[in-house]
């Protein structure tokens, strides 16, 4: 059974940062893309960025683009998420979750819909 465990979050003043991991179990990690999503209240999950399998390859939504830097460790199986200059609308819950198909080639991005395997999530409070 696949597990993500996201965690990191918290309560930040914005301009702020934080830096959120994911540990990821049940799967040959190294395999398959990584990507974060959140989901703000009253709002639909979006996604945030994502990592190719073998991490050379990343994408990110135009919202935190140039702020956010996904990265991973494959040998800890574990992805994280670097957020500096944080804003108030960068309040959410943030998953991670993995993609469904190993070894896919293309950019995260493009493919995000096809990523599962929800952990619980972890809260990230940016104040104004």
């Known amino acids: 059974q696949v597990q993500m465990v996201e965690s990191g979050g918290g309560l930040v003043q914005a301009g702020g940062s934080l830096r959120l991991s994911c540990a990821a179990s049940?799967?040959?990690?190294?395999?398959?893309?990584m990507g974060w999503f959140r989901q703000a209240p009253g709002k639909e999950r979006e996604f945030v960025a994502g990592i190719n399998w073998s991490g050379d390859k990343t994408s990110y939504a135009d919202s935190v683009k140039g702020r956010f830097t996904i990265s991973r460790d494959n040998a800890e199986n574990t992805v994280y998420l670097q957020m500096r200059s944080l804003k108030h609308e960068d309040t959410a819950v943030y998953y991670c979750?993995?993609?469904?198909?190993?070894?896919?080639?293309?950019?995260?991005?493009?493919?995000?819909?096809?990523?599962?395997?929800w952990g619980q999530g972890t809260q990230v409070t940016v104040s104004s």
């Open positions: 049940g799967r040959t990690f190294s395999r398959y893309a």
């Open positions: 979750a993995g993609d469904s198909f190993p070894y896919r080639l293309g950019t995260p991005g493009d493919f995000s819909a096809d990523f599962g395997d």
